[in-house]
């Protein structure tokens, strides 16, 4: 195992030729077969008694592997979104072979499997391997998945690739010898467009990638941003790292939490509490910190971003015109199919090219969730009509990033008869959910069916449409998994004296304009949140000036008439 | 208490641990903070070692370590990884090339990393599996980021490991 | 995981309960090493057995058989153990959702 092993790049045939994912080479195939022998001998010392319940746990969660209520909960990193026809295939098989045919995508950009057994975790370790997958570092209190923009590398805004510089991460953050064993978890997020869609602010650390006036490479950093106990927006740390230093600064970063941050209160161990309670002396010791690394050793070089930058250079596109026959007359000539363009269908880069939002959120059903045949489903049409490439996106949904515009009415077709053809991107069953008290450990209300009722209560599509963008986030408890504190409305489960109870919170948001909701009074039973958010959307249709979106009126008017249709005839 | 070298043998330990209020042997002696500011040293021939508290940053002992053969750097429970970084200051930002010995909590499976952070020795727990602890630190040889051990001027990997990218290697 | 039956002396019936460690499955104790996957079928300990039941658990925690031990209130209903609180009867009965495939319907 010692002996050399040139890095040659392996072409691996099952995989589909020109989707743009980071090409495992023989030493990351390697290290991952070495990452399961490890992981396969954690378990069976574990079995054998050599490791207690205490000790194994941070190995198994760093592995991706929860102890849930009913099971273990397997995570799987699909690295900053990004997957392959082949890889989401796998996923299915194993959904089937080891689970019970269906997967969980997550806000982090994963998935999670429900009933996963201890016992089966080598060999499905095994099967992810054998498409360049793992579950490294999707749990425990380490630097996890690094998330970024589904519509990266085809977003017409947007001024870097972010990509590059999340591959960049996932390898330096990957077993990194100092920073495995933080006070927490430890969340990047990065953004190269204008448009924040990563929610950078509520992140740990937040990358905006931008270029300088000539052309170079460098990155906004922001810390301490997070929802959980105490949510808090993001510091900023710097307007401009140049590339080269990127990782080095980085280091810095975490170097002062790993040897400052909080280890004695689990609420308190978060980057967000130190950064807030050192205020400007967290920025002044990491740019010390900073000053005093060996900073050609961390030198992140241009041959290295120009090598991983290869692996993410743009598809075959072929020259095609924007808006071609096929596809106006499909608009005009089939409504239900423009209903479903108008909200699935975004603006691409490349001109007769747009990328196409799958909703994972169909009326009635789990946000997130999606079977092993709506996974091949999903594979099939990316092979046909996105260069065999898939996103994940951070609100749950999939996303087919390069589709030619002519071909959009079969993709919907595809998407349809797979039951991936909901017309509801960004409206109000758009619904983010955390899993909840249904499955999670730690949740203290359920979470999916407060998310069905909204979604069935409604259902009529036209009043969707005339609602308009609205996010609606729900968590099952005061971790925020379901990113409650930055959603349009938020709906946070607690547990009231034995009994599920809904909070409430209007006005947050997770992009460029980052906000955290506020209150907006006593919760409510289960069986009368949906009734609630059904008067919050009511007053705010009785209340909006021309153009404006729930959350613009919100802003607007304040929680006034919203507390007061609520609580009046209480 | 044994101790685990740096080529993943058992040996037994040169070293006491010397209570505060106990008198100080002629002999390697690893002391606290406070007694090792307490006491006068002059004179004194044999080594001297620091046991870190999880807390102290190694800045706050920078002037002491030239007198230093060791700094024990502690694990109070094995998710407690600060140690990490304080070995890694130690050898990156103070250059201190004396023993650094990971005490406390630790288990097989840190041992790799602690390396790679600089850590010299690991203080076992009595009657511990030694051939447990090279098979979980030779496990996975390869690494994704450069180690103070290794780190050359311009942070290349040393000749031989380099895989590509930023990855290498490790030594066994 | 942590429960009150923990924590504090109980006051009222409990049934012991545990994930499987070798498939995470739900499993209530019986008797020492024996644990079975219904809730109904658990022995119940009144409150003063309750420190001996959780000794015998944890036992089996020990033995490498089962993970998180904890007791958990029950009322009888004809003469089967119940849980009080609504989390325990979530992972008595499992989720609330159906544990399946997703089914959809075709958009009309």
New interface residues.
Partial sequence: ??A??A?IALPNPAHPAQARTYRY?A?DR??LQ??I??FS??IA???????T?D?FK??RLMNGLY??????MYRIAIPYGILNATQLRQLAMIARRWD???GHFTTRQNIQF??????DVPDIMRALADVDMHAIQTSG?CIRNTTTDEYAGADPEEAADPRIYAEIIR??S?????????PRKFKIAITGAPQDRVAMQVHDVGLVVKRDAAGAIGFEIWAGGGLGRTPVLATKLRDWVPEAELLAYLEAVL?VY??LGN?DNIYKARIKILVRDMGDAFRERVEREFA???Q????LDPE?VA??AAHFAPPPFARLADNPPAYAAALAGNA?FAAWAKQSVRAHRQPGYASVTISLK?IG??PG??????MEAVARLAERHSFGEIRVSHVQNLVLPHVRQEDLPAVWQGL????????NIGLVSDIIACPG???C?LATA?S??VA?MISERFADLDRQHDIGECFINISGCINACGHHHVGHIGILGV?KR???SYQITLGGSATNDAALGELVGPGFPYDKVTDAVETILRTYLAERAAGERFVDTYRRIGLGPFKEALYASA | MPVLDAKGHVVTDAWVRIADDAPLPDAPAILSLARLRAETLAGRNAPLGLALD?AT?PEEIAELLPRLALVAVPLPK?????A???A??LR??FGFTGEIRATGHV?P??W???R??GVSTVELPEGADAA?WQ??R??????????PSE?????APPA??A?????R?LA? | ?SSPAKAKPATAPVVFTA?R??????VWLVAAGQWVERVADATVFPPEEAAAGLALAQED?R??RV??VYGAEVALEAGRPVPV???ER??AQ????P?????????S
């Fill in positions: 195992m010692n050399f092993v890095p080479d030493v390697e290290f070495e990452r022998a490890e001998d954690q010392r574990r079995l054998r008694g050599e490791l319940e000790e941070p190995l102890l849930q209520l009913h099971a273990y019970r045919g269906y429900n009933w996963t057994r201890l016992e209190n390898q330096w990957t077993l990194h010898p100092e920073f495995t064993w933080l170097r790993n040897a280890r005093r690394l060996p050609r050793a961390y030198r290295v090598e991983i239900e169909p059903g789990i969730d999606a079977s092993a045949e709506q349809r008869e797979a039951g991936l053809a909901t017309p008290m249904d499955y450990a359920r999916i069916p069905q547990d034995g009994a599920e | 999880p940053q094995s998710k407690d990884g600060r990490f970084t304080q890694r200051a990156e930002h288990l499976d840190q790799r990393m602690l790679r952070c447990q098979r979980s030779d496990v996975i040889d390869i690494a994704y980021q450069p180690s780190m050359t001027e311009d942070g031989g490991s895989l590509g990218l930023r990855r290697r066994a | 995981m994930n460690l070798l498939d995470g499955r739900v925690e033995a490498q993970v998180g609180k609504f989390r979530l992972r499992g989720p609330s959702v544990a399946e495939p997703p089914t959809y319907r075709l958009a």
